[in-house]
């Protein structure tokens, strides 16, 4: 069966360090991959979302960056991190091509002081 | 500009009671996701429906999708507290990669 892990948890970072979060999916090949972001106990907002290795499209301009160096791994970064940047990340894979329908991780709550 | 609107963005009810919660665009959509969120984790897939007018029930949930596929329902029949969480609805247009989301509806159900 097909899984689909991010890290870290839950991490405190000041205004302009780096950021780094990964996600792995495991038993499947070639997923499209989704980087969401939520304010608290609202909706998802799209960030990123990648069809292959090396091919990343954004959705809002901001101050993060995807890449997607091997099949099954997909990584939100930043340079500098903003206040703004604060918030839950969630990782999702792409079950069914036809319908849209995603499966998520367990989530990243960033803060950023 | 929400592409997809749910409505109420949060409901309070009793234990036994029913209700609905709707999510409405002016855009077509491919095919509509209901998902159920707990605080701090990831959203979990409850249905998907993908033909005008379809309805689908999982228990005591009942999902349709508007005959135009602009616009689907969720009907709660005797909630329970179990039934506490955020209800996002989300949306793929055709010939997308994208998935985009609803704000959500709060829900909290009282024993």
């Known amino acids: 069966s097909q899984t689909i892990h991010q890290w870290p948890a839950t991490l405190v970072q000041p205004v302009g360090s780096p950021l780094s979060l990964e996600c792995t999916v495991e038993g499947t090949s070639n997923p499209n991959l989704y980087w969401y972001r939520q304010a608290a106990g609202r909706g998802l907002q799209l960030l990123f979302y990648s069809v292959g290795i090396g091919q990343i499209s954004s959705e809002v301009p901001q101050n993060l960056s995807a890449s997607r160096p091997q099949d099954r791994q997909f990584i939100l970064s930043s340079k500098k991190l903003l206040l703004s940047d604060s918030g839950f990340y969630l990782c999702?894979?792409?079950?069914?091509?036809?319908?849209?329908?995603?499966?998520f991780g367990e989530g990243s709550r960033l803060t950023v002081l | 500009t929400q592409l997809l609107e749910q409505s109420p963005q949060f409901l309070s009810i009793q234990e036994g009671e029913n209700l609905t919660v709707y999510c409405n665009s002016s855009s077509v959509f491919s095919s509509l996701q209901w998902y159920r969120q707990e605080p701090g984790e990831g959203p979990v897939l409850l249905v998907t429906?993908?033909?005008?007018?379809e309805v689908k029930k999982l228990k005591r949930l009942t999902f349709q999708f508007g005959d135009a596929r602009k616009d689907s329902s969720l009907h709660i029949t005797a909630a329970q507290p179990g039934d506490t969480g955020l209800y996002l609805c989300?949306?793929?247009?055709?010939?997308?990669?994208?998935?985009?989301f609803g704000a959500g509806t709060r829900l909290f159900v009282k024993a």
């Open positions: 989300a949306g793929e247009r055709a010939g997308g990669f994208k998935t985009i």
């Open positions: 429906v993908v033909t005008g007018g």
């Open positions: 999702a894979w792409r079950g069914d091509r036809s319908t849209g329908e995603l499966f």
